[in-house]
T-cell receptor, first 113, second 112 residues
Framework: ETGVTQSPTHLIKTRGQQVTLRCSSQ?????VSWYQQALGQGPQFIFQ???????GRGNFPPRFSGLQFPNYSSELNVNALELDDSALYLC????????????FGPGTRLTVL | AQSVSQHNHHVILSEAASLELGCNYS??????LFWYVQYPGQHLQLLLK??????LVKGIKGFEAEFIKSKFSFNLRKPSVQWSDTAEYFC??????????FGAGTRLTVKP
């Protein structure tokens, strides 16, 4: 059973605002990855954090940023929200940056109006 | 650019039928390959993975996948599906820079 939790479950924001999404990793996992999943599509890789450092980034602009804390929990911050940012945001933790035993959380549904 | 293609958007099978879901990727170097499954109302979970070694990989719940390097493919198979296999299946590839690319997914419906 996955131990990755995310908060909040749902969020509604307006264009131009900023949002912070939170993720708590599976116990023993030192790597966190964030994904954006639009309706009807597969998850798109945003970035990965390993031991509190960004360790890989997908094709997302700098207004998508993140943090990983010493307890390996993580945040995803999105500035200057756009309508196209509406999506399900998934957090996943893994044993290592090679995605061994990657466990996903339930996601945060973000709606931008 | 690295990409992942899943050929079937929606597959409908009867119980006990055999399953094969296609997955092709575009990257020519060393890759790590994964299949994930999302059952209705549940989180994405790992079905199986290939990092190296035997190209025929066995996963949970009777699933297996074969890595064919010359075809850039990693197809998922199951000899006999059950109603409980109804889910969405995602192929994913990790090639470099820790960038994990997912396919668009295949929805599998198994009729009892």
């Amino acid at each position: 059973e996955t131990g990755v939790t995310q908060s909040p479950t749902h969020l509604i924001k307006t264009r131009g605002q900023q949002v912070t999404l939170r993720c708590s990793s599976q116990s023993g996992h030192n790597t966190v990855s964030w994904y954006q999943q639009a309706l009807g599509q597969g998850p798109q890789f945003i970035f990965q954090y390993y031991r509190e450092e960004e360790n890989g980034r997908g094709n997302f602009p700098p207004r998508f940023s993140g943090l990983q804390f010493p307890n390996y929990s993580s945040e995803l911050n999105v500035n200057a929200l756009e309508l196209d940012d509406s999506a399900l945001y998934l957090c996943a933790s893994s044993l290592d940056p090679a995605y061994n035993e990657q466990f996903f959380g339930p996601g945060t549904r973000l709606t931008v109006l | 650019a690295q990409s992942v293609s899943q050929h079937n958007h929606h597959v409908i099978l009867s119980e006990a039928a055999s399953l094969e879901l296609g997955c092709n990727y575009s990257y020519g170097g060393t890759v790590n390959l994964f299949w994930y499954v999302q059952y209705p109302g549940q989180h994405l979970q790992l079905l199986l993975k290939y990092f190296s070694g035997d190209p025929l990989v066995k996963g949970i719940k009777g699933f297996e996948a074969e890595f064919i390097k010359s075809k850039f493919s990693f197809n998922l198979r199951k000899p006999s599906v059950q109603w409980s296999d109804t889910a969405e299946y995602f192929c994913a590839v990790n090639a470099f820079n820790n960038d994990m690319r997912f396919g668009a997914g295949t929805r599998l419906t198994v009729k009892p």
